[in-house]
């Protein structure tokens, strides 16, 4: 039709992206959309109907139930953007529906319930683009349900509480979410919910990504029985893409989490693997990382462009070397190995890495004073963490760690013993060590930590993000199991 290609490139992946609009690969809408619709009189409904994806899923689905390929099923909808809306009302026409699409911000829509399936890929806003009355109005949808989320929630939380307010009881949910459903702190009520409501809950996830050009994992949350719970386990199931749908096992894990609002990625463990966990935990053979000392967030500068510097740049502003401290480079490529040497440092900064950190003092060099100037003409002291600081270009010092922690991951985390006791910016985290385990824990912590366990555990305790990335906050990291101290004491024998 080509009306509806025209449709198509009126809205460019700019546009979507900016709404949270990514539309959902057929494999996925007709496999929630069989799994949800099970009768040929079943009400459906799409909370965000985008390009109608599901709708027409849902159009396919109705007419094999009624046995009638003449059969012209009702679908409704929620769309807010009106041209998605029109594309969305041609489709689901052009595969033999009647769709009734609202054009309306789906949290304004009064729920009422009378669905046997919602069904659909909620736009995924993260938590600083979503603001405003959006953020609002979401939030007091939610409150609705007697949930509250937090301020740090993505628009996806929200979607799936008000969207299961429109099902009638027994009804079905099914859901394309991001994966950081089974494990950020801001999902916990969103699991609780889940967890109390439905009498049975599936996830399906997924070897391989399944957005193209999207770095976001995503997982299939399918859950059934609405009003008819509380439920007390989840179970999951693994396919390779969109494709192999078609033909997923029917092979499952059941997992009973701890609590309902925390994280499901222990599911991913095993049960053999977590009640291993709790034994050695138990034994005391494993603690969480605190028990060795105290993990903090890095140096915040406010703009590590003009505030860490190569000593190529130093040389060439002419900065006195007592204007500048020694760094840990940005980032956490370097911190793979179980140290961090001076001297690993001097090549890092012959390779051009900032391993200076521009610190002046009250009294500096013109040279110095010229650079601050060049910061001001640039704009560099309106950034907020400058601007609200007594002297912008005086970044607030943390003490040198015992150990450098990575943050962001491709593979796990790593303890890095800072031997050059460098400063470090909040690109990764210093751990301090206690005082009666300062020799210990620099000396042994970063390799005892490159075990199996606490490798397991990482995963666990971290939150997944897009493109395999594994994330450790302090507080996370807090409850990391690494072996314990008195397990590598001389007066102790194993």
Same mark, same amino acid.
């Given at each position: 039709m080509p009306e509806l290609e025209a449709l198509f490139e009126a809205d460019t992946p700019a546009l979507r992206k900016a709404r949270g609009a990514f539309f959902t690969p057929e494999g996925i809408s007709h496999f929630i959309s069989t799994w949800a619709i099970r009768n040929a009189t079943d009400r459906v409904m799409e909370p965000s109907a985008g390009d109608a994806a599901f709708m027409v899923a849902a159009v396919d689905r109705l007419k094999v139930l009624a046995g009638n390929p003449a059969a012209v099923p009702r679908i409704e909808g929620v769309e807010i953007h009106e041209h998605s809306? +029109?594309?969305?009302?041609?489709?689901?026409?052009?595969?033999?529906?009647?769709?009734?699409?609202?054009?309306? =911000?789906?949290?304004?829509?009064?729920?009422?319930?009378? *669905? =046997?399936?919602?069904?659909?890929n909620p736009p995924y806003i993260r938590y600083q683009d979503f603001s405003g009355v959006s953020r609002i109005r979401a939030a007091e949808a939610a409150l609705k349900a007697g949930v509250r989320l937090s301020r740090l929630a993505s628009s996806w939380a929200a979607f799936v509480i008000h969207s299961a307010l429109f099902l009638k @009881?027994?009804?079905?949910?099914?859901?394309?979410?991001?994966?950081?459903?089974?494990?950020?702190?801001?999902a916990a009520p969103v699991r609780q919910f889940l967890f109390d409501n439905f009498a049975n809950i599936q996830l399906v996830l997924f070897d391989e990504q399944v957005f193209p050009?999207?770095?976001? =994992?995503?997982?299939?949350?399918?859950? $059934?029985?609405?009003?008819?719970?509380?439920t007390t386990e989840a179970t999951m199931r693994l396919t390779k893409n969109a494709t192999s749908l078609a033909s997923l096992s029917e092979e499952?894990?059941?997992?009973?989490?701890p609590t309902a609002s925390g994280k499901w990625t222990g599911s991913l463990a095993g049960a053999e693997a977590l009640v291993a966990l709790q034994a050695l935990s138990a034994q005391e053979a494993f603690s969480g990382l605190q028990t060795w000392?105290?993990?903090?967030?890095?140096?915040?500068?406010?703009?590590? #462009? *003009?505030?860490?510097?190569? @000593?190529?740049?130093?040389?060439?502003?002419?900065?006195?070397?007592?204007?500048?401290?020694?760094?840990?480079?940005?980032?956490?490529?370097?911190?793979?190995?179980?140290?961090?040497?001076?001297?690993?440092?001097?090549?890092?900064?012959?390779?051009? #890495?900032?391993?200076?950190?521009?610190?002046?003092?009250?009294?500096?060099?013109e040279a110095a004073a010229a650079y601050i100037q060049a910061g001001h003409d640039t704009g560099v002291d309106t950034a907020y963490k400058c601007r609200v600081r007594k002297t912008w270009y005086q970044v607030?010092?943390?003490?040198?760690? $015992?150990?450098?922690?990575?943050?962001?991951?491709? $593979?796990?985390?790593?303890?890095?013993?800072?031997?050059? #006791?460098?400063?470090?910016?909040?690109?990764?985290?210093?751990?301090?060590?206690? $005082?009666?385990?300062?020799?210990?824990?620099?000396?042994?912590?970063?390799?005892?930590?490159?075990?199996?366990?606490?490798?397991?555990?990482?995963?666990?305790?971290?939150?997944?993000?897009?493109?395999?990335?594994? #994330?450790?906050?302090?507080?996370?990291? =807090?409850?990391?199991?690494? @072996?314990?101290?008195?397990?590598?004491?001389?007066?102790? +024998?194993?």
């Open positions: 809306a +029109t594309i969305g009302h041609e489709r689901v026409v052009a595969a033999g529906g009647r769709p009734e699409i609202t054009i309306s =911000d789906f949290f304004t829509v009064s729920p009422h319930p009378v *669905y =046997d399936a919602v069904i659909g @009881p027994g009804g079905r949910l099914g859901l394309v979410l991001p994966a950081e459903l089974m494990s950020v702190n801001y050009g999207v770095e976001t =994992d995503v997982v299939l949350l399918l859950a $059934d029985g609405y009003g008819q719970g509380p499952s894990v059941s997992w009973t989490p000392g105290k993990t903090t967030l890095g140096i915040v500068t406010g703009n590590n #462009k *003009y505030f860490a510097l190569s @000593p190529q740049r130093v040389k060439q502003v002419g900065l006195a070397r007592s204007e500048t401290l020694l760094l840990s480079p940005p980032g956490s490529a370097h911190l793979r190995g179980l140290e961090l040497t001076t001297k690993q440092l001097q090549r890092l900064g012959q390779e051009g #890495k900032s391993t200076r950190l521009f610190h002046p003092s009250e009294h500096h060099s607030p010092l943390i003490a040198p760690a $015992d150990l450098l922690l990575t943050c962001m991951n491709a $593979d796990t985390p790593r303890l890095t013993t800072n031997e050059a #006791k460098a400063y470090h910016l909040n690109s990764v985290h210093g751990v301090y060590l206690a $005082d009666q385990y300062q020799e210990l824990g620099r000396e042994l912590l970063p390799l005892a930590s490159l075990n199996s366990i606490t490798l397991m555990h990482a995963e666990i305790v971290g939150r997944a993000y897009g493109g395999g990335v594994l #994330k450790l906050e302090p507080r996370e990291a =807090d409850i990391w199991l690494t @072996p314990s101290p008195p397990w590598w004491t001389p007066t102790q +024998t194993h």
